[in-house]
Structures are given as C-alpha cells and as structure tokens.
C-alpha cells in the first residue's frame, strides 16, 4: 500500500511548513474535465508559496522509495484509469500567478489557469495570449501538450521554461531555452514515451512573448474566440477537447473524416462521439474510463478500414 510508504510526507510536511490540501484515496474524477478516474492514492495541492521546494523534495524521495508521482494541471486532457493511480498525484494547480515581467515578456507559474492567464493579458495589455481563450487546463498542461489552437501553438510565443529536472538523484530547478526544434504539432520536449506516468521534468514555468496591445482589441478578439468554442460545443459536456490529433497527410480534419463515417452519435456505455462534432467524445452522464478507451479503439478501428489513416489519439490515457 502507498498510503503506508509515504513517511516521508511528514518530514517534507514539517521542513517545507505544508500548505495545501493532501488527501487519500481522492477520486481522480473530481480533477478531470471528463469527470471520470478511480482514487489516487495520495493526492496532494500544494500551495503557491512553498510549491517549489515541496514539490522538489517529494519527487526526489518518493523516486527514492520507487513511489509513482503524475504530475497534474487542469486535468483537460487526461482520462486516468478507472482503478485511479497506484502512487502520488501531485497537483500543480495551487501554484499560480505571473512570476515577472518583461517589456516584451511574462512568466506565469505552472499551475495558473490558461484562461485566467488571458484575462490577465487582457487587463494588463499584453497582446499574445488571445488565442488560448477558452482553454481549459493550466499553463503547464499546454507547454507539455504543446497545446494548439486557431493555428498557433503555445511554442509560438514560448520564450523558456523553468523545470524541475532529475539530476543525480535529485531534483534540480534548469531553465530550459527554447529551441524551435524541440517542439512541433502538439509535440514538446517534456513528454513522456509511457502514457504519461512516470514523471522525469515537473515544469514550473514558462515565460512568453508579449507585445503592448489595446485591451479592448484583446478582448473583442478573445470574446470572437470563446464564442465560436461555445458554438462549436465545447462546453456542453465533460470530455477533453480533441480525442485524435489533426494530420495534414489526411487532407481534412480528424472530425471531418469521422463525421463522414457515420461515427457520431456512436456510444459505448456514457462514452459517445459527440452529436455536433466529430472529434469530441464526451462522457454522457456515467462514462467510465474503460468506456472512452473502448470508443476510441472503436473509432480508430473504423476510420483505418475505411480510409487507411492512423489516428492518433490526443488524450492521453494513464495508466493505474
Ligand atoms: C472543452 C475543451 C477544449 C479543449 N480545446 C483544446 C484546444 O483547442 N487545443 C488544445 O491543444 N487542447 C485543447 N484541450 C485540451 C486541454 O485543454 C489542453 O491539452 C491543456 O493544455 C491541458 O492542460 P492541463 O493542465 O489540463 O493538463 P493535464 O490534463 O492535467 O495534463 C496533461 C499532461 O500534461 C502533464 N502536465 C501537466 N502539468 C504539468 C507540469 N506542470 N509539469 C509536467 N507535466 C505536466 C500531465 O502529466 C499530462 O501528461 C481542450 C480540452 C477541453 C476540455
């Protein structure tokens, strides 16, 4: 049992003076955007103030005792298992705000919401951020995910990245450069082979390129954007946005292909391609991860009999 193999949580607790929010056996499916996932062992929030140091000492002792820590955001754009996660939870999502500023650039911590990162820009001028409007999730999720929309990509206005890197036993804080050849479509340099488990990077920040843009110019713009996501769906019901990742090779769009297939509207279990897009699977009600999983295969299957093309999917499933 991990519950029994975290002592280590009351030195950390006591050193770092914890504050924040740690629970066991916390349903992963009160942190998703899809509302499903079974219990995490530990979960843990840390606050903003000591999130730096917390989050060093735990990833390098529970590393030490072979403890699995996932790193979380929003939780837009991931389905944990049904049977939740064997190991540490470690929410970023209490570590927020802008860190600096620039004349010409921002840092805003990990766990900041994408779309309160907008309203900042937006109150303060900074012309850059319009186009992730409306996104759900946290600004570390989109550096990981590389997360794109409206044809731009957040490495288009990524400047650097503050990470908490394993060196030697422990974790160090590095401030990674960007290199346009790290990134490309929805791909970054901090991803991980496995479906997103055993966490090597914890990112801390990133810092973007601004430009001095009217307010009012943002907002219109960012209220164009929200209501065309809104139009489009969105919000109607729990899922994480995208299932499968566009490919130019296709010639059209992933919801394109599917809606052409006679795919939407198809349901397993509360699993179901959504009614008004094709790309979207959303969780009707009682969905179970098994459910999206099942769908997707189910999805993929399909549209590679019909057409030869191999989805990839964007959500990233995690293992137990
Ligand atoms: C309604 C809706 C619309 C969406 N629209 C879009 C869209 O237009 N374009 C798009 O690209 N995506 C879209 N998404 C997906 C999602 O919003 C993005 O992928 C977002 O960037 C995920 O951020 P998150 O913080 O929720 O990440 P999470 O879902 O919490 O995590 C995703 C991955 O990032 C890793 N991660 C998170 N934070 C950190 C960190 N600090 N350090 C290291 N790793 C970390 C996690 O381990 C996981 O592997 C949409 C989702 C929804 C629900």
Avoid at 121 to 134: M, N, R, T
Avoid at 238 to 265: Q, T
Avoid at 294 to 307: A, M, P, R
Wanted: glycine share 10%; charged share 25%; hydrophobic share 40%.
């Amino acid at each position: 049992m991990v519950r029994e193999r975290v002592t280590f949580l009351k030195q950390i607790n006591e050193q770092t003076q914890f504050k924040g929010i740690i629970r066991y056996d916390e349903p992963l499916s009160a942190h998703t955007t899809f509302k499903v996932g079974g219990p995490a062992d530990v979960w843990i929030r840390p606050s903003a103030t000591i999130f730096e140091d917390y989050a060093a000492s735990l990833l390098a002792s529970a590393d030490a005792e072979g403890i699995r820590v996932f790193i979380m955001g929003g939780g837009a754009n991931i389905v944990p298992s049904d049977a939740g996660f064997r190991g540490i939870v470690l929410d970023s999502s209490g570590y927020t705000g802008p860190l600096a500023e620039e004349s010409d650039a921002v840092s805003f911590a990990a766990g900041s919401s994408i779309d309160l990162v907008t309203e900042i820009a937006a109150d303060k001028g900074w012309g850059g951020f319009e186009f992730l409007a409306g996104m759900p999730g946290s600004i570390g999720g989109a550096v990981y995910m590389n997360a794109r929309c409206y044809d731009t990509s957040v490495s288009d206005r990524l400047r650097e990245t503050v990470v908490l890197a394993f060196d030697n036993g422990a974790f160090l804080k590095k401030t990674i450069p960007f290199r346009e050849t790290d990134f490309g479509y929805k791909k970054s340099p901090f991803q991980c082979e496995e479906a997103a488990n055993d966490r090597r990077t914890l990112i801390l920040s990133a810092k973007f390129s601004i430009y001095q843009r009217e307010s009012a110019l943002i907002r219109r713009e960012m209220d164009a954007l929200r209501k065309d996501r809104e139009a489009k769906g969105h919000y109607r019901f729990p899922s994480a946005g995208s299932a499968f990742k566009n490919n130019r090779a296709f010639g059209k769009p992933v919801g394109k292909i599917i809606d052409e297939l006679g795919l939407k509207g198809l349901s397993r279990g509360g699993a179901m391609v959504a009614p008004f897009h094709g790309n979207i699977i959303i969780n009707t009600g009682d969905a179970t991860a098994s459910d999206i999983r099942l769908l997707v295969d189910e999805v993929k299957e399909t549209v590679f009999k019909h057409t030869g093309f191999v989805l990839e999917p964007e959500i990233i499933f995690c293992k137990e």
